[in-house]
Every structure is written in C-alpha cells, then in structure tokens.
C-alpha cells in the first residue's frame, strides 16, 4: 500500500515535470481538447489556500529575516549591556500585557507584539533559588548579576549563609556585573519604578544577608542605602533613579512629599552623596520630582541621583496623583541612557518595572499589566536609542506570577474583561459566559490571593491591603472588570497573591544575544553579560 502510493507520487511528480517543459515548447493545437489541471499529490503540494494565506506570507517573510540576524560570538563585543528586569513579569503576564497593549491601540490583540518580542532570540529561565521552589526576588536578582544562585532573602552572598547572619555573609561576598563594569571604567546605572533599596536593584551593588535591611542594619554590617552611597568600586553608580527616599534620611526630616525618614541613626544619606561627589571636579546632582527630572542638563551632570518617592513610586496609570510628580520608566530610562552614553568606554545598565509584581500581589491584574506595557516602552526607547552592534539589550523577568488566562474568551475579547465564549455554549442570550454556578467569569483569575474587590476608578492597587481577604467565587454580574480598580477572583485565600515557579522569558538583542536561546539556569544571564560586554576584562 505504501509502496503504490509513492510510486503513484513519483508518477505524479514525473508528470508535472514533462508537462511544464512541453507548455514552454508548443501551445495546444487548435480544437485539440483542454489540457486537464494534474492531480493533486496528497502531502506534496502547498494548497493556495495556503500559499495565499497571510498567516503563510508572514512566516516566510520571517524566516527571510531570521536568517539575516548576525551572530557575534566575540568576547567583549558588546561596549554596552542593559539588562530590563519585569518583576513578576511571567509568560502570562507577558501574554496579557501584548494583548491589552494591542487592544489600547484598537486592535484585537493577540496578534499584537510587544517591543521586546521583535528581538531576535528568546529562551526560557528557571528561577528557582537554591531553597524554595518558587523563589524571590533577591535571590533570583543575585543570580542574574554574579552567575551564582542563592538562597531567597540574601543578596550577594553565597548559599552557605544563614539569612540574617552578618558575621557570614561577609565571608561569602559576590561581585556583580556592575562593580565589575566600574572596574573597568565603564559608566553604570540604575533605574527602578521600586525603591532603589528593594531586592531586585539591590543586587546591582549591595551584599547582606537579608534583604530588609535598606535603612538599617546589625552592627558590623551596613544597610542597604549605605552601601549604595559608599560604593567603592570604580567611582560609585553613576546613574541612579527610583524611589525609596526615605532610606536615605533620617526620621527627624519630612521630605517634600511630607514623609518622614526612616534612619535612626540621624545620617542623611542624600548629604552624603552630594558630599561624596561634588568634590570641585564632577557635577553630581540630586533630584527628586518631575521638574528636577526635566532640568537635567545632560552634558554637565557627571553623576545623578534620582529620588522620586519616599517608599516606591506610583504605578504607571496612577503617576498623575502624584504629590510632586515623578517620571515614568520609560522617560528615566531614556535619560540614564543619555547620560551613560556619554563613557566612550561603555555602560552597565539595570532596569527595573518593578511593580508589575506589587500589582499581581494586590491581585490587580489591571496594574500589573499596565507597568508591563509601560516597560515594552521603556524597551522600545533603549531599542530605539541604542545600536545592535554594539549593544546587548537582555529582557526577562525575576520569577512569574500565580495570574491566568482561562476559558474560551472569543478572539478579541478584552483581555480585562468576562469570558465571551463563540457560542456562548448554548446559553440562552448570545454573549457573557456563565460557569456551572450560573455566575459570570473574568478571564483573568488569580490562584491564591486576596481575592475580588472593586474600587471603581481608582488607579492604586494597594488599596486591596485595607480591606479583609475575599477569595473564593463572587457574583461579578454588576462589575466593571475592565476598569482600574477592579481586583480578580483568587481561589486560595492568602494576605499577597504569590510569586509563581515556572519559568520566565529572556529575550535579547544585540552581540551574544543568541546564547541565551534555550532553557538555562538564571545565574547564566549574568555569563552572557560578562561574555559579550568583556566585564570580566582578560581573566
Ligand atoms: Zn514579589
């Protein structure tokens, strides 16, 4: 059987040949019958439904693309290395954000691509610290930028040390990429919508076991803030932008937001920074609102400091209620790199969304996902303003999230909104689904979490902290749940929506951007920066 039916294949293929070379030869005679159309071979002949196809035309034309990508294997080939850091920015998270940022723009969505996702390469990241399965964020930040995994809780020390113990942490230290980068003279920099304090822009340049001493720590250690002011690599961070004020200032000052400090040691840190560098020599500034943001002078700042906000700052959707007002990620990151650009030795840069994991945790997928389309900008302007020659853009994120997307929403459907089904599975009125409680659904659910809650317009997700937990299964008939202050259903019932173990998305662009293609452990990230960006001079 399977013989005849390739030799009827061969004979098919024969026939086609010989009738294409005697069409080129001599036209049908006169009155001689039609030539009739050749058999279609099963499995040997691309239909014109799809050959016509756009969905066909665009794969073609990516492969004709794809093939054109360089490949840089060079070590140090890359004078710069930015490294985008989403928290909490899971698959799920990076699905849902492409759709909703699709459908802002009047699409319908899926088809839609985030800034990042037109890079070249992709692979997958396992996240997992050395003792939790599902990690956190300061383990899995140290593991990005030393090539070491270790424990949750720590930063920059090793496995061996107890969380807590200062005595051990400071015989395990781990140097990071951007110490290495100032070693060498290059310009550094961070950047994070979080505190600059919090775990995941920690890790760039401090070491204690426990990543909750930003403003304090025991004797014989120093805090967090401490350590970013004191740096002694190269000649400190040179660009420094967040929030998380009030680390750096004693409890005795209030801040222009009116916040009090949280130092009990009555140093100010702030003091001490512009102490540090405006030495006669370099042109250090100090800024901490939006106008400050907007009268940087790129040419004559040397080193700067960016203090947005006492605690972190505002989600994206919520920065016009700002007291002061404050840039958004996408702005500070375009300003960090004017500056750094001005090193003809390169830069090292981080950039952190980091509240896409505040906006999961209070179980608003709303403010989640719009930081996370605010970081695809935040991309786009380092993609924009940067080049693939020379350097090496990494995307990823430190761990995911618990967040969904279920049902059979009919395409299009708003990715905030109730599952429409295509035929609304044979209820009555065409349109919202209804489960087998007879009840509504979101697409968008949480696994655990505080569960639903609906503040109508309001654009900060933190108001869920003020209200008991509600988890469970709620009538959302009457609920708005695309708007800004609607919080999903979470089925298991916790005080914070947690952190999620599968693994996350790296995506990058630029020389030795292909050697994260695959499935790798997270520590490796920080070797492909090191390899392509030369941090680790000629050892
Ligand atoms: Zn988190």
Known sequence: MQLNKLSAAFAALLGLTLAACSDNNSAPAPGAPAPQPEPEVPGLVLSDAQRNSDWYKNGAAAIASARD????????????????????????????????????????????????????????????????????SAGTATAMVTGVKTKAGVLNVDETVARGDCAGSLQRPLTTALELAEGLGKSTGIVSTARITHATPAATYAKVPERGWEYAAPEGCKDIATQLVELAAGDGIDVVMGGGRRSFLPAEVTDLEGKTGRRTDGVNLIDAWKARYNDGVTNARYIEDQSGFDGIEVASTDKLLGLFESSHMRYEEDRDNDVAGEPSLSQMTGKAIELLSKNENGYFMMVESGRIDHGHHAGSAYSALTDAVEMAKAVQVAMDNTSAEDTLIVVTADHSHVMTIAGYPTRGNPILGKVVNNDSRGQPEAGVALAADGLPYTTITYANGLGHAHYGASTDADDRYEDPISAGRQDISASDTESAGYHQEALVPLGSETHAGEDVGVWARGPGSHLLSGTNEQSFIFHVMAHSGGLMGEN
């Open 69 to 136: 990508v360089a490949i840089n294997n060079d070590r140090g080939a890359a004078r710069n290395v930015i490294l985008f850091v989403g928290d909490g920015m899971g698959i799920s998270t990076v699905t849902a954000a492409r759709i909703l940022a699709g459908q802002l723009q009047g699409q319908s969505g899926e088809e839609y691509q985030l800034s990042f996702e037109k890079m070249p390469f992709a692979g997958l990241i396992k996240t997992y610290n050395t003792n939790q399965q599902t990690p956190d």
